[in-house]
């Protein structure tokens, strides 16, 4: 079964297709954390985004199993800790066994590392690339200049990098940076970051009669920029995904980008 939302997708050099809308999961626990992935999936999310650090592989892979969709209509990235460069082996087989599926969608390293570990930890990844486990393989929270000494020492560009995002946080050279390197960027803390209660905001949802959340989600996807939200209610999880009926104009993704320099 394919989302009954039709959600753009970016593709990946892997060969995958990233929906440019996800379902975060940080912070989730336990039974909150299986039942609002369960509430994501049948909302139409069709892209997880979880990580070693967020102990909650369990949860999600149990949701993903009881959704009764098939593993390759979903979408799931996990991520790995800096700090556990030198067993990436070990890391991997835990995240597929936790999630319960036998390939990872995309599989990051959460953080830049130290030094060589850095370029050792990205082998790795590389390596599970190469074997099969995971379909793409990229980074989290690198600056370009990090993303250089990779490509650099390496030979291959990170198919995404994930980074805190959103209109206070807007900066015209690091998404052109991406774009010039062919990285695709994947917003996080789309939210969180943002003052919801903004003029601004609150003038332009009034006018396609939606809230201000779904105006900085759709700001996002106008950037082409993957946004992963994350809610443990299923109003807003379902809120959250409904984007795609309205778009915003060129004076006004203008006007939010502006919402940075304030
Ligand atoms: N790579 C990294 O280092 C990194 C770091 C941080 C996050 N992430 C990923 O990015 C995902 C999203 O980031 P995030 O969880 O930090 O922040 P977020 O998605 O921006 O914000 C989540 C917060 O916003 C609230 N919220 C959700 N929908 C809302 C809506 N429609 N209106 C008002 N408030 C709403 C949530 O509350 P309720 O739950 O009560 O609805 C929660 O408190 C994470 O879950 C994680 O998967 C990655």
Redesign the pocket.
């Known amino acids: 079964m394919s989302s009954p939302i039709d959600v753009p997708a970016v593709k990946l050099p892997g060969g995958g297709e990233m929906p440019m809308i996800?379902?975060?999961?940080?912070?989730?626990r336990g039974r909150t954390a299986y039942d609002?992935v369960l509430a994501a999936l049948a909302a139409g999310y069709r892209h997880l985004?979880?990580?070693t650090?967020?102990a909650n592989e369990g949860e999600v892979g149990q949701a993903l199993r009881d959704s009764g969709l098939a593993r390759s209509d979903v979408f799931v990235?996990t991520?790995i800790r800096a700090g556990d460069a030198g067993r990436a082996r070990q890391v991997l087989q835990a995240s597929l066994r936790s999630l319960g599926v036998d390939y990872l969608d995309l599989w990051?390293i959460?953080?830049p590392p130290r030094g060589a570990a850095s370029r050792r930890l990205w082998d790795d990844l590389l390596q599970a690339q190469a074997d099969g486990y995971a379909r793409d393989v990229g980074v989290?929270?690198y600056s370009l200049s990090q993303l250089d000494d990779l490509i650099r020492s390496s030979g291959r560009a990170p198919a995404v990098n994930?980074?805190?995002w959103?209109p206070a946080l807007y900066d015209a050279a690091v998404l052109s940076g991406h774009a010039d390197r062919g990285i695709a960027v994947e917003?996080?803390?789309?939210?969180?970051?943002?003052n919801?209660g903004d003029p601004l905001l609150g003038q332009i949802a009034a006018e396609y009669g939606v809230?201000?959340?779904?105006v900085v989600?759709r700001w996002h996807l106008e950037h082409h920029i993957t946004?992963?939200?994350?809610?443990?209610?299923p109003?807003?999880?379902a809120?959250?995904l409904d984007i795609l009926g309205f778009s915003l104009t060129a004076a006004q993704v203008a006007a939010i980008d502006g919402l940075a320099r304030r």
């Open positions: 996800g379902f975060g999961t940080w912070r989730l609002s985004d979880t990580a650090m967020y990235t991520k990051l959460h953080w989290s929270n994930q980074i805190n959103g917003g996080y803390s789309p939210l969180k970051n943002t919801l809230t201000p959340a779904q989600l946004v992963i939200p994350k809610s443990a209610h109003d807003r999880i809120a959250n």
